[in-house]
Protein backbone atom coordinates (compact mmCIF):
# COMPACT_ATOMS: atom_id res chain seq x y z
CA UNK A 1 0.00 0.00 0.00
CA UNK A 2 1.25 3.57 -0.92
CA UNK A 3 2.22 5.55 1.48
CA UNK A 4 2.62 9.01 2.61
CA UNK A 5 6.06 10.70 2.37
CA UNK A 6 7.47 10.00 5.71
CA UNK A 7 10.44 12.38 5.59
CA UNK A 8 9.23 15.27 7.80
CA UNK A 9 6.50 13.54 10.18
CA UNK A 10 6.69 13.19 13.53
CA UNK A 11 7.66 9.54 15.11
CA UNK A 12 4.20 9.43 16.53
CA UNK A 13 2.46 10.42 13.80
CA UNK A 14 -0.31 7.40 12.51
CA UNK A 15 -0.13 6.25 9.21
CA UNK A 16 -0.88 7.56 5.77
CA UNK A 17 -2.48 5.89 3.35
CA UNK A 18 -2.21 7.62 -0.25
CA UNK A 19 -1.62 7.82 -3.83
CA UNK A 20 -4.64 5.07 -4.86
CA UNK A 21 -7.47 6.44 -7.61
CA UNK A 22 -10.88 5.42 -6.23
CA UNK A 23 -13.83 4.82 -8.27
CA UNK A 24 -17.68 5.37 -6.97
CA UNK A 25 -20.74 4.58 -8.40
CA UNK A 26 -23.76 5.89 -7.41
CA UNK A 27 -27.55 4.74 -8.29
CA UNK A 28 -30.50 6.47 -6.65
CA UNK A 29 -31.40 4.10 -3.49
CA UNK A 30 -33.91 1.65 -2.11
CA UNK A 31 -35.06 0.77 1.32
CA UNK A 32 -33.35 -1.83 3.50
CA UNK A 33 -36.77 -3.93 3.25
CA UNK A 34 -40.17 -4.05 2.74
CA UNK A 35 -41.61 -3.51 5.85
CA UNK A 36 -43.99 -0.40 6.74
CA UNK A 37 -40.81 1.40 8.66
CA UNK A 38 -37.73 1.03 6.33
CA UNK A 39 -40.13 1.93 3.22
CA UNK A 40 -41.43 5.01 5.21
CA UNK A 41 -37.54 5.83 6.23
CA UNK A 42 -36.44 5.71 2.30
CA UNK A 43 -39.26 7.80 1.24
CA UNK A 44 -38.98 10.14 3.41
CA UNK A 45 -34.54 11.13 2.73
CA UNK A 46 -35.67 11.06 -0.72
CA UNK A 47 -38.86 12.88 -0.62
CA UNK A 48 -37.36 15.45 1.24
CA UNK A 49 -34.23 16.41 -0.71
CA UNK A 50 -34.91 20.23 -2.31
CA UNK A 51 -33.70 18.95 -5.49
CA UNK A 52 -36.07 15.91 -5.76
CA UNK A 53 -39.37 18.54 -4.81
CA UNK A 54 -38.81 22.23 -5.26
CA UNK A 55 -41.92 23.51 -3.38
CA UNK A 56 -41.77 25.06 -0.38
CA UNK A 57 -41.03 23.32 2.83
CA UNK A 58 -44.03 25.37 4.60
CA UNK A 59 -46.18 23.71 1.77
CA UNK A 60 -44.23 20.52 1.44
CA UNK A 61 -43.70 19.32 4.44
CA UNK A 62 -47.41 19.18 5.95
CA UNK A 63 -47.97 17.03 2.75
CA UNK A 64 -45.55 15.14 3.39
CA UNK A 65 -45.28 14.06 7.14
CA UNK A 66 -48.98 14.53 7.15
CA UNK A 67 -50.34 12.50 4.07
CA UNK A 68 -47.63 11.06 2.25
CA UNK A 69 -45.45 8.93 4.76
CA UNK A 70 -48.38 7.63 6.40
CA UNK A 71 -50.38 6.02 3.39
CA UNK A 72 -47.80 5.08 0.59
CA UNK A 73 -45.18 3.53 2.48
CA UNK A 74 -47.52 0.08 2.91
CA UNK A 75 -48.37 0.16 -0.46
CA UNK A 76 -44.96 0.72 -2.08
CA UNK A 77 -43.81 -1.98 0.24
CA UNK A 78 -46.14 -4.15 -1.44
CA UNK A 79 -44.58 -3.26 -4.59
CA UNK A 80 -41.21 -4.05 -3.41
CA UNK A 81 -42.12 -7.19 -1.93
CA UNK A 82 -43.32 -8.23 -5.09
CA UNK A 83 -40.00 -7.70 -7.03
CA UNK A 84 -37.58 -8.34 -3.80
CA UNK A 85 -34.49 -10.28 -3.92
CA UNK A 86 -35.07 -12.81 -1.12
CA UNK A 87 -32.32 -14.54 -1.44
CA UNK A 88 -30.14 -11.67 -0.62
CA UNK A 89 -32.79 -10.27 0.88
CA UNK A 90 -32.33 -6.86 -0.71
CA UNK A 91 -33.87 -4.66 -3.59
CA UNK A 92 -32.79 -6.01 -7.54
CA UNK A 93 -31.55 -2.69 -7.65
CA UNK A 94 -28.81 -2.91 -4.66
CA UNK A 95 -28.07 -6.79 -5.90
CA UNK A 96 -27.28 -5.40 -9.80
CA UNK A 97 -25.87 -2.12 -8.56
CA UNK A 98 -22.82 -4.08 -5.94
CA UNK A 99 -22.34 -6.64 -9.18
CA UNK A 100 -22.07 -3.63 -11.44
CA UNK A 101 -18.99 -2.61 -8.90
CA UNK A 102 -17.62 -5.80 -8.79
CA UNK A 103 -17.36 -6.60 -12.70
CA UNK A 104 -15.86 -3.31 -13.20
CA UNK A 105 -13.54 -3.53 -11.00
CA UNK A 106 -12.70 -7.05 -12.33
CA UNK A 107 -12.12 -4.85 -15.73
CA UNK A 108 -10.03 -2.58 -14.37
CA UNK A 109 -7.69 -4.95 -12.35
CA UNK A 110 -4.82 -4.28 -14.31
CA UNK A 111 -4.72 -0.47 -12.59
CA UNK A 112 -3.09 -1.83 -9.27
CA UNK A 113 -3.80 1.75 -7.30
CA UNK A 114 -7.31 1.72 -8.26
CA UNK A 115 -10.01 1.09 -6.39
CA UNK A 116 -14.00 0.90 -7.31
CA UNK A 117 -16.56 0.98 -4.78
CA UNK A 118 -20.37 1.82 -5.04
CA UNK A 119 -22.97 3.77 -2.98
CA UNK A 120 -26.65 4.83 -2.93
CA UNK A 121 -27.76 8.74 -2.98
CA UNK A 122 -30.83 7.75 -0.40
CA UNK A 123 -30.05 4.31 1.97
CA UNK A 124 -27.36 2.42 2.06
CA UNK A 125 -24.47 2.14 1.84
CA UNK A 126 -24.53 5.67 1.99
CA UNK A 127 -22.27 8.15 -0.15
CA UNK A 128 -20.74 9.20 3.11
CA UNK A 129 -19.73 6.39 4.37
CA UNK A 130 -18.28 4.81 0.87
CA UNK A 131 -16.38 8.12 0.55
CA UNK A 132 -14.56 7.30 4.24
CA UNK A 133 -13.54 3.99 2.86
CA UNK A 134 -12.21 5.12 -0.27
CA UNK A 135 -10.02 7.35 2.25
CA UNK A 136 -8.68 4.73 4.24
CA UNK A 137 -7.93 2.85 1.39
CA UNK A 138 -5.43 5.53 0.21
CA UNK A 139 -7.70 7.39 -2.24
CA UNK A 140 -6.77 10.70 -2.35
CA UNK A 141 -8.09 10.94 -5.83
CA UNK A 142 -11.95 10.05 -6.47
CA UNK A 143 -13.97 10.03 -9.74
CA UNK A 144 -17.84 9.85 -8.75
CA UNK A 145 -20.26 8.35 -11.19
CA UNK A 146 -23.85 8.99 -11.06
CA UNK A 147 -25.32 6.14 -12.88
CA UNK A 148 -27.73 8.78 -15.38
CA UNK A 149 -27.32 9.01 -18.53
CA UNK A 150 -29.53 12.02 -18.76
CA UNK A 151 -28.40 14.85 -16.54
CA UNK A 152 -31.12 16.10 -14.16
CA UNK A 153 -30.59 18.18 -11.06
CA UNK A 154 -32.82 15.65 -9.05
CA UNK A 155 -30.62 12.55 -9.93
CA UNK A 156 -26.89 13.50 -11.27
CA UNK A 157 -26.90 16.71 -9.12
CA UNK A 158 -28.45 15.54 -6.30
CA UNK A 159 -25.43 12.98 -5.92
CA UNK A 160 -22.97 15.57 -6.95
CA UNK A 161 -24.67 17.97 -3.79
CA UNK A 162 -23.90 15.04 -1.37
CA UNK A 163 -20.27 14.73 -2.48
CA UNK A 164 -19.55 18.26 -2.07
CA UNK A 165 -21.61 18.10 1.21
CA UNK A 166 -19.26 15.29 2.78
CA UNK A 167 -16.37 17.54 1.85
CA UNK A 168 -17.12 20.76 3.21
CA UNK A 169 -16.45 18.40 6.81
CA UNK A 170 -12.70 17.32 5.24
CA UNK A 171 -9.60 18.84 6.11
CA UNK A 172 -7.45 16.67 3.93
CA UNK A 173 -9.52 16.52 0.55
CA UNK A 174 -9.38 14.16 -2.77
CA UNK A 175 -8.85 15.65 -5.83
CA UNK A 176 -12.34 15.30 -7.05
CA UNK A 177 -13.63 14.18 -10.80
CA UNK A 178 -17.54 13.70 -11.73
CA UNK A 179 -18.55 11.71 -14.32
CA UNK A 180 -20.77 14.02 -17.22
CA UNK A 181 -23.89 12.57 -18.71
CA UNK A 182 -23.24 9.98 -21.20
CA UNK A 183 -26.47 10.17 -23.42
CA UNK A 184 -24.70 10.58 -26.15
CA UNK A 185 -22.07 8.41 -25.80
CA UNK A 186 -21.62 6.12 -28.82
CA UNK A 187 -20.58 2.97 -26.38
CA UNK A 188 -24.17 3.70 -24.46
CA UNK A 189 -26.25 3.59 -27.60
CA UNK A 190 -24.85 1.03 -29.20
CA UNK A 191 -25.19 -1.18 -25.85
CA UNK A 192 -28.94 0.02 -25.76
CA UNK A 193 -29.69 -0.88 -29.07
CA UNK A 194 -28.33 -4.62 -29.03
CA UNK A 195 -29.78 -5.19 -26.07
CA UNK A 196 -32.95 -4.07 -27.39
CA UNK A 197 -31.81 -6.50 -30.78
CA UNK A 198 -31.14 -9.24 -28.87
CA UNK A 199 -34.14 -8.89 -26.97
CA UNK A 200 -36.65 -8.47 -29.76
CA UNK A 201 -35.02 -11.49 -31.77
CA UNK A 202 -35.85 -14.20 -28.64
CA UNK A 203 -39.46 -13.26 -28.99
CA UNK A 204 -42.02 -15.26 -31.47
CA UNK A 205 -43.84 -11.62 -32.53
CA UNK A 206 -42.83 -8.64 -33.70
CA UNK A 207 -43.66 -5.59 -31.39
CA UNK A 208 -45.74 -2.94 -33.68
CA UNK A 209 -44.10 -0.02 -31.22
CA UNK A 210 -41.53 -0.03 -29.09
CA UNK A 211 -41.80 2.62 -26.53
CA UNK A 212 -38.68 3.97 -24.84
CA UNK A 213 -39.72 5.12 -21.44
CA UNK A 214 -37.95 7.68 -19.00
CA UNK A 215 -38.27 8.65 -15.43
CA UNK A 216 -40.07 11.99 -15.66
CA UNK A 217 -39.44 15.38 -14.20
CA UNK A 218 -41.69 18.07 -13.31
CA UNK A 219 -42.47 20.42 -16.36
CA UNK A 220 -41.57 23.29 -14.13
CA UNK A 221 -38.10 22.10 -13.81
CA UNK A 222 -37.39 22.15 -17.62
CA UNK A 223 -38.78 25.78 -18.04
CA UNK A 224 -36.07 26.51 -15.03
CA UNK A 225 -33.10 24.89 -17.31
CA UNK A 226 -32.85 21.49 -16.62
CA UNK A 227 -31.55 19.84 -19.78
CA UNK A 228 -33.33 16.24 -18.82
CA UNK A 229 -36.14 17.01 -21.67
CA UNK A 230 -33.22 17.51 -24.29
CA UNK A 231 -30.86 14.74 -23.04
CA UNK A 232 -33.70 12.26 -23.40
CA UNK A 233 -34.90 12.77 -27.11
CA UNK A 234 -31.45 13.26 -28.39
CA UNK A 235 -30.86 9.51 -26.81
CA UNK A 236 -34.15 8.35 -28.39
CA UNK A 237 -33.10 9.94 -31.78
CA UNK A 238 -29.55 8.37 -32.13
CA UNK A 239 -31.34 5.10 -31.22
CA UNK A 240 -33.74 5.43 -33.89
CA UNK A 241 -30.82 6.24 -36.28
CA UNK A 242 -28.96 2.71 -34.94
CA UNK A 243 -31.97 0.67 -35.24
CA UNK A 244 -33.28 2.35 -38.35
CA UNK A 245 -36.55 3.03 -36.72
CA UNK A 246 -38.51 6.36 -37.36
CA UNK A 247 -40.77 8.54 -35.13
CA UNK A 248 -43.99 6.11 -34.99
CA UNK A 249 -42.17 2.85 -34.81
CA UNK A 250 -39.63 4.09 -31.58
CA UNK A 251 -41.73 6.53 -29.77
CA UNK A 252 -40.30 8.63 -26.42
CA UNK A 253 -42.75 8.50 -23.46
CA UNK A 254 -42.24 9.80 -19.74
CA UNK A 255 -42.89 7.50 -16.69
CA UNK A 256 -43.59 7.99 -12.66
CA UNK A 257 -45.38 10.79 -12.43
CA UNK A 258 -46.24 11.76 -8.82
CA UNK A 259 -48.62 14.82 -7.59
CA UNK A 260 -50.75 17.21 -8.76
CA UNK A 261 -48.27 19.48 -10.89
CA UNK A 262 -47.97 18.88 -14.96
CA UNK A 263 -45.03 16.67 -15.67
CA UNK A 264 -42.50 16.01 -18.89
CA UNK A 265 -45.07 14.43 -21.80
CA UNK A 266 -46.74 12.16 -23.24
CA UNK A 267 -46.83 10.20 -20.36
CA UNK A 268 -46.00 6.49 -20.53
CA UNK A 269 -49.33 4.65 -19.20
CA UNK A 270 -51.53 7.36 -20.83
CA UNK A 271 -49.50 5.76 -24.16
CA UNK A 272 -50.14 2.36 -23.37
CA UNK A 273 -53.56 2.78 -23.08
CA UNK A 274 -54.12 5.09 -26.58
CA UNK A 275 -51.89 2.70 -28.70
CA UNK A 276 -53.93 -0.46 -27.44
CA UNK A 277 -57.20 1.48 -28.14
CA UNK A 278 -55.91 2.59 -31.58
CA UNK A 279 -55.56 -0.72 -32.46
CA UNK A 280 -51.90 -1.52 -31.39
CA UNK A 281 -51.70 -4.76 -29.90
CA UNK A 282 -47.94 -6.12 -30.01
CA UNK A 283 -45.95 -3.32 -28.06
CA UNK A 284 -42.03 -3.41 -26.42
CA UNK A 285 -41.40 -1.06 -23.69
CA UNK A 286 -37.46 -0.02 -23.16
CA UNK A 287 -36.47 2.23 -20.21
CA UNK A 288 -33.12 4.04 -21.10
CA UNK A 289 -32.95 6.23 -18.20
CA UNK A 290 -32.29 3.65 -16.05
CA UNK A 291 -29.00 1.41 -15.98
CA UNK A 292 -30.19 -0.93 -13.44
CA UNK A 293 -33.54 -2.63 -13.13
CA UNK A 294 -36.14 -1.21 -10.31
CA UNK A 295 -39.63 -0.92 -8.92
CA UNK A 296 -40.05 1.77 -12.16
CA UNK A 297 -38.69 -0.56 -14.53
CA UNK A 298 -39.78 -4.43 -13.12
CA UNK A 299 -43.12 -3.73 -11.52
CA UNK A 300 -44.25 -0.15 -12.97
CA UNK A 301 -43.45 -1.10 -16.71
CA UNK A 302 -43.48 -4.51 -16.71
CA UNK A 303 -46.58 -5.03 -14.48
CA UNK A 304 -48.46 -1.91 -14.13
CA UNK A 305 -48.17 -0.78 -17.98
CA UNK A 306 -48.75 -4.45 -18.92
CA UNK A 307 -51.84 -4.48 -16.96
CA UNK A 308 -52.75 -1.33 -18.50
CA UNK A 309 -51.81 -2.20 -22.13
CA UNK A 310 -53.84 -5.66 -21.77
CA UNK A 311 -57.03 -3.79 -20.55
CA UNK A 312 -57.10 -0.98 -23.15
CA UNK A 313 -57.23 -3.90 -25.64
CA UNK A 314 -53.96 -4.66 -26.62
CA UNK A 315 -52.37 -8.64 -26.61
CA UNK A 316 -48.40 -8.90 -26.78
CA UNK A 317 -46.64 -7.23 -24.32
CA UNK A 318 -42.88 -7.44 -23.58
CA UNK A 319 -40.13 -5.55 -21.20
CA UNK A 320 -36.95 -4.96 -22.35
CA UNK A 321 -34.11 -5.58 -19.24
CA UNK A 322 -32.27 -2.71 -18.63
CA UNK A 323 -28.40 -2.92 -19.16
CA UNK A 324 -27.80 -4.02 -16.00
CA UNK A 325 -24.56 -6.07 -15.22
CA UNK A 326 -24.56 -7.61 -18.86
CA UNK A 327 -21.29 -7.27 -20.65
CA UNK A 328 -23.02 -4.58 -22.65
CA UNK A 329 -23.91 -2.88 -19.74
CA UNK A 330 -20.35 -3.13 -18.27
CA UNK A 331 -18.79 -2.35 -22.08
CA UNK A 332 -20.95 1.14 -21.08
CA UNK A 333 -19.57 1.58 -17.44
CA UNK A 334 -15.66 0.44 -18.45
CA UNK A 335 -15.90 3.07 -21.24
CA UNK A 336 -16.69 6.18 -19.76
CA UNK A 337 -14.72 5.02 -16.70
CA UNK A 338 -11.53 4.93 -18.78
CA UNK A 339 -12.42 8.01 -20.29
CA UNK A 340 -12.48 10.26 -17.60
CA UNK A 341 -9.72 8.41 -15.69
CA UNK A 342 -7.25 9.99 -18.36
CA UNK A 343 -3.85 11.41 -16.68
CA UNK A 344 -4.76 9.64 -13.40
CA UNK A 345 -4.16 5.94 -14.37
Same mark, same amino acid.
Given at each position: ?????????? +????????????????? %??????????S???????????R????T +????????????I????????????? +????????E?????? =????A?????????H?????????????????????????????????????????A??????????????L?Q????????????????????? %?????????? /? %????????????? &???????????????H?H? =??R????? %? /?????R?????Q??????????????????A??? +? &??????V? =??????????????? &??????????? /? &???F????????S?????????V?????????
Amino acid at each position: MPQADTAFRP +SDHPPIRSGRVGVLIVN %LGTPDGTDRRSVRRYLAEFLSDRRVVET +SRLIWYPVLYGIILNTRPARKGRDYA +SIWNKERNESPLRTT =TRAQAEKLAARLAGHAPLVVDWAMRYGRPSIAERLAALRQAGCDRVLVFPLYPQYAAATTATVNDKVFEDLLGQRWQPALRTVPPYYDDPAYIDA %LARSIEAHLA /G %LDWRPEVLLASFH &GIPQSYFAKGDPYYCHCHK =TVRLLRDR %L /GMDETRLRLTYQSRFGPEEWLQPYTAETVAALAR +S &GVRDLAVV =TPGFVADCLETIEEI &GVENADIFRAA /G &GQRFTRIDCLNDSDDGLDVLEAVVRRELSGWI
